[in-house]
């Protein structure tokens, strides 16, 4: 387990294999960290299911809309929350392996609960989609997440929660 340096901009994502803990980059991005705590604390990432995973790029998460058993899987990645779209948040913090990176459509202030985390480094994505968070400890959990686009039995987010809250 990593140590928690701050609590409040920590996210604690529970994985089948394990936990996950991520930095909130609050000070780089801080409404995309904002959101990504407001949907924690609301339980609406619970059970959502990684339905984008491509081997060497990235694990997309998030849609809240479509994203749960029961819900629409074969919609999931079109949808959003109820909140409004973000503005883009764009710095120099490159898409290392780790980082997460907000989800968009083409329009880059489109973003709204939709996030990918990088299985390795992608910099062709540098400055084009929002950094705002980095993986701190658990990757390996990560890295064990069913691939496909979507996969057959999408793993998914058990739970997530903001480490101020537990």
Do not use: C, W
């Amino acid at each position: 387990m990593a140590e928690i340096k701050d609590p409040e901009n920590t996210i604690l994502i529970e994985l089948k294999d394990g936990t996950v803990t991520v930095e909130l980059l609050a000070d780089v991005a801080p409404k995309h960290a904002e959101r990504m705590k407001e949907l924690a604390r609301e339980g609406a990432y619970d059970g959502v299911v990684f339905h984008r995973v491509i081997d060497g790029f990235m694990a997309q998460t998030g849609d809240v809309e479509h994203g749960r058993e029961g819900g629409e899987l074969r919609r999931a990645g079109t949808g959003g929350s109820t909140k409004p779209d973000l503005p883009a948040e764009f710095s120099k913090l490159p898409h290392d392996r780790g980082t997460l990176g907000a989800a968009r459509s083409q329009n880059p202030n489109s973003a709204n609960s939709q996030f990918f985390i990088n299985f390795s480094d992608n910099h062709f994505l540098n400055g084009q989609y929002t950094v705002y968070g980095r993986v701190i400890s658990g990757m390996e959990h990560v890295d064990k997440i069913l691939r496909g686009e979507p996969p057959a039995t999408p793993d998914k987010m058990i739970s997530v929660k903001v480490a101020a809250d537990v």
